[in-house]
């Protein structure tokens, strides 16, 4: 097989599944680290003349983070696109074991078994947490509904306030968040790098969790250390 990557949580687990297989992977895939493929461009602005010059087997996409021109493009080269949806945890393991079993693993790696079994483990919430997530600012932008990072939350105790939003990742002017009152602003370190400096200073009198945006938005084999990272970064804001 030769796979070309969109999205850069599967290149990883593809890559830590079966070495040799990837050909190309976009800018944006850092892990693991070292990969050595050709470069391909962004998740939103791809070279699809490069691509098909890969002449892969496979292309593996996702509806959320690659533009439907740019896999139309690859699928009218006759190139095979294999497109994910992830917003839920369990929906985050059925899509990764059929990139896997389309990429050619014949059998189910020891890291997805092990991922899925630290979800499953985790007890139910007692007392969620009402929280505000940022995914940008200049504007600001929040998590919406139906996220595979606000299910991810939720499943550690936290409850985003615009979960209920019509919109999935919804435009709201600061002043509305902090209004809002959550008991937690949850600020990952991507796609905007939030940090301790920039960030927090937004939110005045609240707690503001820094968390790793690869553990809360990416499937892959992040998810096996994700339940432990993301609780961990999770209380110290409450401390």
Not at 138 to 147: A, F, H, I, K, N
Not at 167 to 172: A, K, L, Q
């Amino acid at each position: 097989m030769r796979v070309v990557s969109l999205v850069p949580s599967l290149t990883e687990a593809v890559a830590v599944t079966l070495p040799g297989v990837l050909v190309g992977a976009t800018d944006w895939c850092e892990h693991p680290a070292g990969l050595d493929v050709v470069r391909i461009g962004g998740t939103k602005n791809p070279d699809t003349a490069r691509i098909a010059g890969l002449a892969p087997d496979l292309v593996i996409a996702n509806e959320e983070e690659n533009r439907a021109p740019d896999l139309d493009a690859l699928r009218a080269a006759g190139i095979p696109v294999l497109v994910t949806e992830v917003r839920t945890v369990p929906q985050a393991f059925t899509e990764l074991e059929r990139v896997l079993r389309a990429c050619g693993a014949g059998t189910r790696p020891g890291w997805l078994d092990g991922a899925e079994a630290a979800w499953a483990g985790l007890p139910e919430p007692e007392r969620p947490t009402g929280a505000v997530v940022p995914v940008w600012r200049r504007p600001w932008m929040v998590l919406g509904r139906d996220t595979f990072a606000g299910d991810v939350l939720a499943r550690l105790g936290v409850r985003h306030l615009y979960a209920g939003h019509p919109e999935r990742y919804p435009r709201v002017p600061l002043d509305e968040l902090n209004a809002a009152a959550p008991g937690l602003v949850v600020l990952p370190d991507e796609p905007y790098r939030f940090t301790a400096d920039d960030g927090p200073e937004a939110f005045p009198g609240l707690p503001c969790a820094l968390v790793s945006g690869r553990h809360l938005t990416w499937y892959g084999p992040s998810l096996l250390q994700a339940p432990r990272v993301l609780a961990q970064a999770l209380a110290a804001a409450s401390r």
